[in-house]
């Protein structure tokens, strides 16, 4: 098999990569019958010289590959036809902005492997760039309160070399005594943020505790779904009931409002499930959230002050309770200061390209290049070689026609 691993042509450009020089490496070693080859590129964490070094062949053109790996979406005029591409395509949603790409692939005839559908057998996500979503996201969510309340003032994470220099700079982070913080979301995103919370001096308290103690020390809690939502008609929570039938349950969060400092979201949430903050949480006379750092970035649904995505470059905007709209100085009192970066793992490229190329190594590469005995490539095939759907992709017939 041959390998080729893309330029990446996305702008904003996107500094990631899906194997790392080393990576690729050890695959070539491991795999003797496999080739890989990589498209050169000015603008990638890793240089050129580095995949040179490490023995990778450089090519201006991936026309001799079998499979083409990425990262983000790949810009039409770049897609060869009759290839097999592995990237997030952004489509299986039917996210209205890259109709036009699932068009083309059809159109060319290519095999489509997305990685946000890559699961194992029990439906479990195999990989994902979450893990650093969370972890850049949590320190940008500190940065921001230490910016908001003129506490102290961490380097922004994408000037940060790497994770070290992440870590190194959170020991400038100084709580008020009785700060209070609580976290949602149990995936990979939620557990990346936990890594950065166990770094931070911030004791960790059950939410029963948390709702009816106070505490002369900073402390959080990490909430569980049936610690925020409630079932609509006051009967027992049932999670796999919430999952499944999230309109059968009404908001819950409310009760923290009043005794948090900073929120920081990394759930999945599900448009059927009711909101977690309305405007009307915010705007209440006792509502102390100050920051709110949403990793999950859900724009104008499940939180009210989430109105837009913001850049790496800006990641910090303001919110005004009495308007509910976008204030310029989150600085200001009152206004409730929010991080919604929408590419976080851009922040720490070459962290997060070491962690993916891994998972990519342990979970995916051997089903793609040996025997795939659970299926793993074939159910994560949303196209064929024949330029049809996969069956189990069927539904994004009207949406790949434009009638929905």
């Known amino acids: 098999m041959k390998i080729g691993i893309i330029r990446e042509g996305k702008v904003p450009p996107d500094f990631r990569v899906a194997l790392t020089p080393k990576q690729c490496r050890l695959i070539k070693e491991t795999y003797t019958d496999v080739q890989i080859s990589v498209q050169k590129s000015p603008i990638r964490t890793y240089t050129d010289e580095q995949y040179e070094n490490e023995g990778i062949e450089l090519v201006d053109s991936l026309e001799h590959c079998d499979l083409i790996i990425g990262v983000k979406e790949v810009n039409l ?3 060869i036809p009759n290839k097999s591409y592995m990237f997030f395509s952004h489509t299986f949603k039917k996210q209205s902005y890259n109709r036009v790409l699932l068009q083309e ?5 290519i095999r489509l492997i997305d990685y946000e559908v890559i699961k194992d057998k029990r439906n479990v996500r195999l990989i994902g760039f979450g893990r650093y979503a969370g972890i850049v996201g949590c320190y940008n969510g500190f940065r921001t309160f230490g910016l908001k309340h003129g506490l102290y003032d961490l380097k922004p994470a994408n000037q940060c070399s790497d994770r070290k220099e992440v870590e190194e700079e959170l020991k400038k982070v100084s709580l008020p005594s009785n700060f209070r913080m609580v976290l949602t979301g149990f995936g990979r995103v939620g557990h990346g943020a936990r890594e950065i ?25 990490h909430l569980e779904v049936e610690n925020y939502f409630d079932k609509a008609d006051g009967g027992e929570f049932i999670r796999r009931e919430f999952y499944t039938k999230p309109e059968l349950f009404k908001q819950g969060f409310q009760k923290y409002v009043p005794i948090t400092d900073m929120y920081i979201p990394c759930h ?8 977690i903050i309305t405007k009307g949480d915010l705007a209440s006379e ?31 905007y303001g919110y ?3 308007s509910g709209n976008e204030e310029t100085d989150y600085k200001k009192k009152g206004v409730i200061a929010v991080m919604a970066v929408d590419n976080l793992p851009c922040e720490l490229p070459k962290d997060a390209s070491e962690d993916f190329g891994n998972e990519l190594i342990k979970h995916v590469l051997p089903a793609m290049i040996g025997e795939d005995s659970d299926r793993i490539i074939e159910r994560a095939s949303q196209t064929n070689l024949d330029g ?17």
Not at 202 to 221: A, G, M, Q, R, W
Not at 302 to 315: C, G, Q
């Open 77 to 79: 005029e770049d897609l």
């Open 388 to 404: 049809h759907l996969m069956p189990a992709f069927e539904y994004l017939k009207e949406y790949v026609a434009g009638k929905e």
């Open 320 to 322: 005004d309770p009495g």
């Open 197 to 221: 919370m166990n770094l931070l001096p911030i004791k960790e308290v059950k939410p029963e505790d948390y709702l009816n103690h106070t505490y002369d020390e900073s402390v959080f809690t």
């Open 286 to 316: 006792s509502n102390r959230i100050s920051v709110i750092a949403d990793i999950s970035c859900d724009i104008a649904d499940p939180i009210a002050s989430t109105l837009r995505p913001s850049k790496v470059a800006t990641p910090i």
């Open 105 to 109: 692939v059809l159109k060319k005839k």
């Open 268 to 275: 999945y949430w599900n448009s059927n499930s009711p909101k």
